[in-house]
């Protein structure tokens, strides 16, 4: 089961970014001086859903064909098919038509990518498809607005500003829709059961960080973690669950090797998402004697 950390709340704000080096060492010795407990709250968050995503993946479809639905009434209107109901403007319409597509949409791509982090595809099945079936979110921001932008673009039967405003609303709501529909971490069936074969231990996560973490010692800890207000803690599967594909890079060259794990077969990414250094300066400056510590 999942937890949830919170560490002491009170911190000072993050000083200025030049004073990040050498930080570490002086953030531990603090720790030392003042050994100050710092408050913990323990919560549990979502429990891990037990491997099926058979309901995820229909959630998702049912809400991408709502999506495209949403579309054809807008395409409909622009069309001037018929006219929108309730004594609506056909802009009105056309507006309330987008955003209602880039909601189902981005619902649907939250559905489907929850469900590729439990069931991964195998990388046996190749490149493109393991692309299409992790950006599927993408593919369908595309279909639910790209045909509406066209259209509206060579439109003729609307008037010109109704026709701007809408075309412009609708390609905002495409970028918004293919961002948030995008997995950025994806990660393969291979990836997924080595990691739960190899790490059996706890792993920790923060709310905005993409990684999953192998020590959080209040310490020796990783240091990108150690800041963290809010930390997670559970399972390399709940990690991986929830968004956190790869381990940690500090975390693989510090810990691993200690816990005699394989990094070689672990997905490990070069590049850290959380800004490590306003963390790390963090702990510099509640270097004063009033401070907290290091953490
Ligand atoms: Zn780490």
Same mark, same amino acid.
């Given at each position: 089961m999942a937890e949830k950390i919170v560490r002491n709340a009170e911190k000072k704000e993050a000083a200025p970014a030049k004073k990040a080096a050498e930080p570490v060492k002086k953030a531990a010795e603090t720790v030392q001086k003042t050994a100050k407990k710092p408050q913990q709250t323990i919560v549990t968050p979502n429990k891990p859903t037990g491997g099926s995503t058979v309901g995820l993946r229909i959630g998702a479809v049912v809400l991408w064909v709502l999506a495209l639905v949403c579309e054809v009434f807008a395409?409909? %209107?622009?069309? /001037?098919?018929?006219?929108?109901?309730?004594?609506m403007s056909p802009l009105v319409f056309l507006i309330i038509m987008i955003v209602l597509d880039l909601a189902? +949409?981005?619902?649907? +791509? /939250? !559905?489907?990518?929850? %469900?590729?982090?439990i069931?991964?595809?195998? @990388?046996? *099945?190749?490149?493109?498809?393991?692309?299409?079936w992790n950006e599927l979110g993408v593919i369908m921001a595309c279909?639910?607005?790209?045909? !509406?932008?066209i259209l509206l673009l060579k439109n003729d039967k609307l008037d010109k500003k109704t026709k701007t405003i809408a075309a412009i609303v609708a390609a905002v709501a495409l970028l918004i829709t293919g961002v948030a529909s995008a997995d950025f971490h994806p990660i393969t069936? @291979?990836?997924?059961?080595? +990691?739960?074969?190899?790490?059996?231990t706890d792993v920790y996560w923060t709310q905005f960080g993409h990684k999953y973490h192998l020590n959080a010692d209040e310490e020796s800890g990783c240091p990108y973690i150690k800041n963290a207000n809010t930390l997670y803690k559970g399972?390399?599967?709940? %990690?991986? @669950?929830?968004? *956190?594909? %790869?381990?940690?890079s500090y975390c693989a060259a510090h810990y691993a090797e200690a816990m005699g794990l394989e990094l070689e077969n672990l997905n490990v990414e070069e590049k850290e998402a959380v800004a490590p250094q306003v963390n790390i300066v963090t702990g510099q400056a509640t270097a004063a004697p009033s401070a907290t510590g290091g953490n």
């Amino acid at each position: 089961m999942a937890e949830k950390i919170v560490r002491n709340a009170e911190k000072k704000e993050a000083a200025p970014a030049k004073k990040a080096a050498e930080p570490v060492k002086k953030a531990a010795e603090t720790v030392q001086k003042t050994a100050k407990k710092p408050q913990q709250t323990i919560v549990t968050p979502n429990k891990p859903t037990g491997g099926s995503t058979v309901g995820l993946r229909i959630g998702a479809v049912v809400l991408w064909v709502l999506a495209l639905v949403c579309e054809v009434f807008a395409i409909m %209107a622009a069309m /001037q098919y018929f006219i929108p109901p309730f004594g609506m403007s056909p802009l009105v319409f056309l507006i309330i038509m987008i955003v209602l597509d880039l909601a189902f +949409a981005i619902v649907a +791509a /939250q !559905l489907w990518k929850k %469900a590729n982090h439990i069931k991964p595809m195998s @990388e046996k *099945r190749g490149k493109f498809l393991f692309y299409v079936w992790n950006e599927l979110g993408v593919i369908m921001a595309c279909i639910c607005f790209i045909p !509406l932008i066209i259209l509206l673009l060579k439109n003729d039967k609307l008037d010109k500003k109704t026709k701007t405003i809408a075309a412009i609303v609708a390609a905002v709501a495409l970028l918004i829709t293919g961002v948030a529909s995008a997995d950025f971490h994806p990660i393969t069936a @291979e990836q997924k059961e080595e +990691a739960e074969a190899q790490i059996t231990t706890d792993v920790y996560w923060t709310q905005f960080g993409h990684k999953y973490h192998l020590n959080a010692d209040e310490e020796s800890g990783c240091p990108y973690i150690k800041n963290a207000n809010t930390l997670y803690k559970g399972s390399v599967t709940e %990690a991986i @669950e929830s968004g *956190r594909t %790869a381990i940690c890079s500090y975390c693989a060259a510090h810990y691993a090797e200690a816990m005699g794990l394989e990094l070689e077969n672990l997905n490990v990414e070069e590049k850290e998402a959380v800004a490590p250094q306003v963390n790390i300066v963090t702990g510099q400056a509640t270097a004063a004697p009033s401070a907290t510590g290091g953490n």
